[in-house]
């Protein structure tokens, strides 16, 4: 490597490191009851996956074909379904089912969804949830996604708002968006 290339290398790290060190990090364990059940958006950051998507809901299961009744693996695996409505929360819906693992070593913060196939796999950070696990946070590793997630499809609004007062508490000062929600 040349020494051009060697100091841009360096150069950028530098520039990265700030970056990369602010983005914020699963502090506690995180229950294992989160992988199980519905969650329901209430707020996040637009991105282009879920462009005009309303009423949208994540079903955390089993996988399939496992008869156990816990609701994870015991290699850490469930199976999710994610619904999102076009336009209205009546509109007309779009299903993705997929799998994910928990990730080893995690504490149950972090985890993995597998799409096309398993052919791309995108981590997931679980950064925080509410005392009472009515409401969680969750973020791509990278701090430019995050998602307040409910088990209530309306939150009450003193939890809405401690909930995105905790989102910009974590550095994330990028415009929210608010899905609408059938009810």
């Not at 929360?89 to 299903?95: D, E, L």
């Not at 950064?127 to 997630?149: F, K, Q």
Request: hydrophobic share 45%; with cysteine.
């Amino acid at each position: 490597m040349n020494r051009t290339r060697l100091v841009a290398l360096f150069a950028a790290l530098l520039i990265a490191g700030p970056v990369l060190a602010a983005v914020p990090q699963p502090a506690r364990s995180v229950s294992a009851s989160f992988y199980s059940g519905r969650w329901y958006e209430i707020a996040r950051i637009p991105n282009a996956g879920q462009r005009d998507c309303q009423a949208a809901e994540s079903q955390f299961a089993r996988p399939v074909g496992d008869g156990d009744a816990s609701f994870v693996s015991d290699t850490g695996e469930f199976s999710v379904r994610q619904v999102c409505h076009r336009g209205t929360p009546n509109g007309a819906t779009r299903v993705f089912a997929t799998r994910g693992r928990i990730l080893p070593g995690s504490r149950n913060a972090r985890f993995e969804l597998s799409f096309l196939g398993g052919i791309r796999k995108q981590e997931y950070w679980v950064l925080e949830t509410s005392p009472d696990g009515g409401w969680a946070l969750m973020a791509t590793p990278g701090g430019n996604y995050i998602w307040l997630l409910s088990r209530k499809a309306v939150m009450p609004a003193a939890a809405k708002a401690a909930a995105i007062a905790r989102i910009r508490a974590l550095g994330y000062d990028q415009p929210l968006e608010f899905p609408a929600q059938a009810g």
